[in-house]
C-alpha cells in the first residue's frame, strides 16, 4: 500500500475527471490516496474508503490583487506530505501544480524529507496556456525537474517536446474509462431518451467546455445539415466562454427547437446513454475525454483528426475524422450512419470495442508500475 498525493483541478475538465478516477481506481486497491486541491473534485463522490481531501484555501488580504494559490497550494504539499507521511505526489496538469510539487519538494529535503513528484500533461497546459512566455521558463524547468512525466497521448508528447526545452523522458499513459461501471449505467439509463426524442428522433450530443478551442459553431452547422434529411435532437452539455453566443447561433441557423443547452451536469450518464452519435469538432485535442466516454457507452463519434483524437476515435470504426472544420464531411459521415440502421448499430458495438483498449483495468498498471519505477529510482 502506497500513500500517494494527487494534484488536479476539481472541475469538470478532462485532466480533474483523469485525476479524479485514477485516484479512486487505486484507492479500490487498497491505496491511500490524498487529493490536494481548491474544491471536492467533481466526479469524487462522498465518502470514498481510502480517500482524503485536503482542501487549499488562500486566505483574502487587501494587498493580494491576485490570491497567490500556488504558494498556499507548496505550503499545503509540505503540510499532508510531512503529517501524512506521502510516498508520492502525482500532480495533473502542469500549471502551476508542477512548480508547487518542484517548491515543496524542495523546501521538504531542507527537513529531510524525501518525496518525489510525477507531472501529467494533459493538452492546454502545453499546446495553449504553457507555451505562453508568461508560463514557459516556469513550465520547462518544472517539467524537466519531474522525477517522473507522462502524457495522455503521443501526440501530447511530440507537442511537448516541439514547444519545450525538454531534455528528459516522457512516458506516454493514456487516458481511461471505467467500463463495467458504465455498462450497468447505460442499460439503467436507456429508458430516458423518450423525455428529449419523444418521436424517436435521433440524439446527437457534445460534452465540453464551450472554448474556442471546440469550435462549437461546426457542431451547430452539422447538425442543421443533419437535421435537413432527418428527426434529430442536439444536447449540448457543459459551459464556457462560447456558451452566451449559442442561443443567436442556433436562432441564425434556424435549430433552436431541436437544440438543447442542459449546462453542466456532474456525470455524463444520463446524455451519454440516449445518444446515438457525438460530435467532437476541435480545433486541437489532446486526447479527446469526452470521445473515449461516450464510445464507453456505445456511442460512435464524428471528430476532427486532429492533436491525439486519432489514437482514440478510429476512421471507419468507432466513428469518422475529417479535417478541422470540413464540416460538410462530418455532416455526411453523420448521415451516412445515421441512415443506415445495421451500419449506426455495427458502429455503436465497435466503438464499445474501441473503448475496451483504455478500460481502467489496462491503463491503471501502466502508472502503478511507473510510480513503482519512480518510487525504486528515488531511493536510489
Ligand atoms: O478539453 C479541455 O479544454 C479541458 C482540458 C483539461 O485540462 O481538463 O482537457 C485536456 O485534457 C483532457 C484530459 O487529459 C484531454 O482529454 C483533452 O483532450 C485536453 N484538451 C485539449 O487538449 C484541448
Redesign the pocket.
Known amino acids: 500500500m502506497k500513500k500517494i498525493g494527487i494534484v488536479c483541478y476539481p472541475t469538470f475538465?478532462?485532466?480533474?475527471v483523469?485525476a479524479t478516477e485514477l485516484g479512486k481506481a487505486l484507492a479500490e486497491k487498497g491505496h491511500e490516496v490524498h487529493f490536494i486541491t481548491y474544491n471536492e473534485p467533481v466526479r469524487l463522490g462522498s465518502f470514498n474508503k481510502n480517500i482524503i481531501y485536503h482542501e487549499v484555501r488562500v486566505a483574502e488580504y487587501p494587498l493580494f490583487d491576485y490570491p497567490p494559490y500556488e504558494l498556499v497550494l507548496t505550503s499545503k504539499l509540505v503540510d499532508v506530505v510531512k503529517y501524512e507521511k506521502l510516498d508520492l505526489l502525482h500532480v495533473h496538469?502542469a500549471i502551476p501544480h508542477a512548480s508547487a510539487a518542484y517548491n515543496a519538494q524542495h523546501i521538504l529535503e531542507c527537513e529531510g524529507i524525501k518525496i518525489p513528484y510525477i507531472t501529467t500533461l494533459?493538452?492546454?497546459d502545453i499546446?495553449l496556456v504553457g507555451k505562453d512566455p508568461s508560463f514557459e521558463p516556469v513550465i520547462t524547468f518544472a517539467i524537466n525537474q519531474s522525477n517522473g512525466v507522462t502524457a495522455?497521448s503521443e501526440s501530447l508528447k511530440r507537442d511537448t517536446f516541439e514547444h519545450f526545452h525538454i531534455n528528459r523522458e516522457i512516458e506516454v499513459i493514456p487516458?481511461f474509462v471505467n467500463l463495467d461501471k458504465i455498462e450497468h449505467k447505460w442499460e439503467e439509463k436507456r429508458g430516458l431518451k423518450e423525455i428529449y426524442a419523444p418521436n424517436g428522433e435521433f440524439i446527437i450530443s457534445h460534452i465540453?467546455?464551450f472554448?474556442k478551442?471546440k469550435r462549437i459553431p461546426d457542431i451547430l452547422k452539422i447538425f442543421k445539415k443533419v437535421r435537413e434529411r432527418m428527426p434529430a435532437k442536439l444536447l449540448l452539455v457543459g459551459d464556457g466562454p462560447e456558451r452566451v453566443h449559442l442561443r443567436n447561433q442556433c436562432e441564425e441557423l434556424g435549430i433552436c427547437a431541436d437544440v438543447m443547452i442542459m449546462g453542466k451536469l456532474k456525470s455524463p450518464d444520463e446524455v451519454l446513454s440516449i445518444s446515438d452519435l457525438f460530435l467532437l469538432t476541435?480545433e486541437?485535442?489532446?486526447?479527446?475525454?469526452a470521445a473515449l466516454e461516450a464510445m464507453a457507452y456505445h456511442v460512435p463519434v464524428i471528430s476532427s483528426n486532429t492533436?491525439?483524437i486519432p489514437e482514440v476515435n478510429k476512421h471507419g470504426f468507432s466513428g469518422f475524422l475529417s479535417d478541422v472544420g470540413d464540416v460538410d464531411d462530418m455532416a455526411a459521415n453523420a448521415i451516412r450512419l445515421l441512415s443506415d440502421k445495421e451500419l449506426l448499430n455495427k458502429f455503436k458495438a465497435q466503438a464499445r470495442e474501441q473503448a475496451e483498449l483504455f478500460n481502467i483495468n489496462k491503463v491503471l498498471p501502466l502508472y502503478i508500475d511507473f510510480y513503482n519505477k519512480i518510487l525504486d529510482k528515488a531511493k536510489g
Open positions: 475538465g478532462g485532466s480533474g483523469v496538469y494533459h493538452g492546454t499546446t495522455v487516458n465540453s467546455n472554448r478551442v476541435s486541437n485535442e489532446s486526447f479527446g475525454l492533436g491525439g
